[in-house]
C-alpha cells in the first residue's frame, strides 16, 4: 500500500467493502470444505475505525446466513463487546470462539507497551460481557515479553479476572524483536539486558 512509515498505518486508514453476496458466496466455500475462518490474524477486526464503518459487524451478520461455520476472532478490543448478542446468535448456529489477548494485569506497563490498547480491565469487562452472553471466549496471554511481562506474579495475576467464568485459557509465548526502534526508545535497558537473559520461556497452557 505504499505506507513505509510504520506511523502512517496508524493515521491512514483503508476501509473494504463489505460485499454481502460475496462474502456469504466465501463462507460456503469455507463450510463445504471445512475451513476455519479467521478474523484477526493480520490485523485487528475491532481498529477504532470499526466504530464508525462497522464493517466487521457486517461480516458477522453475513456468516450469520451460513450456519455450520468454524469461525475464531482474535483482538485487542473493547469493541467487540458491540457485538456480543450478535456473536451469540452466531454461536447458535456455527462454532465460534472469541480470543481476547492481553499481556498484563499493571495498567501503567500496559500503557507503555500497548499505548493505543485499551487499558486491561476494560479488556477483561469486555470478556464478561461475552460471557455472559453466551459467547465462547478464550484469554490470549500474549506476547509475553521477557523481562517485563514473564515473570511469575504476571502470569499468576492474569487468569484470575476470568476465573468465575467457564472459559478456555490459553498461554503462548512470544518474544519480540529487541533489535525494534520503538522499544529500544521506550525501555532502552531492555534490549541489552534481554540479549543476557536466560530465564525460561513460560509453559504453554491451558485450564477451564
Not at 25 to 52: H, M, N, W
Not at 109 to 114: G, P, S, Y
Not at 154 to 159: F, I, S
Not at 198 to 207: A, I, L, V
Request: with cysteine; aromatic share 6%.
Amino acid at each position: 500500500m505504499g505506507l513505509n512509515d510504520p506511523h502512517a498505518f496508524e493515521r491512514t486508514i483503508y476501509v473494504k467493502d463489505a460485499d454481502r453476496s460475496r462474502l456469504i458466496g466465501e463462507f460456503r466455500r469455507a463450510r463445504r470444505s471445512g475451513q476455519i475462518v479467521a478474523l484477526g490474524t493480520a490485523t485487528d477486526p475491532y481498529q477504532p475505525a470499526e466504530a464508525k464503518f462497522e464493517v466487521t459487524r457486517r461480516v458477522l451478520e453475513a456468516a450469520r446466513e451460513v450456519p455450520g461455520l468454524s469461525l475464531s476472532i482474535t483482538t485487542k478490543s473493547t469493541l467487540i463487546a458491540r457485538d456480543a448478542h450478535l456473536l451469540r446468535e452466531l454461536g447458535a448456529a456455527s462454532e465460534v470462539v472469541v480470543n481476547l489477548s492481553v499481556t498484563t494485569t499493571d495498567p501503567a506497563l500496559a500503557r507503555r507497551v500497548e499505548p493505543r490498547a485499551p487499558r486491561p480491565d476494560l479488556r477483561f469487562a469486555a470478556m464478561r460481557t461475552l460471557t455472559e452472553a453466551g459467547v465462547a471466549s478464550r484469554r490470549f496471554i500474549m506476547p509475553i515479553l521477557p523481562l517485563l511481562t514473564d515473570d511469575a506474579a504476571n502470569l499468576r495475576a492474569l487468569p484470575a479476572p476470568w476465573a468465575p467464568s467457564r472459559t478456555c485459557s490459553s498461554s503462548v509465548p512470544a518474544r519480540a524483536r529487541p533489535s525494534s526502534s520503538s522499544w529500544r526508545s521506550t525501555f532502552p535497558a531492555w534490549s541489552p539486558s534481554i540479549r543476557g537473559s536466560t530465564r525460561d520461556p513460560p509453559t504453554r497452557h491451558r485450564s477451564t
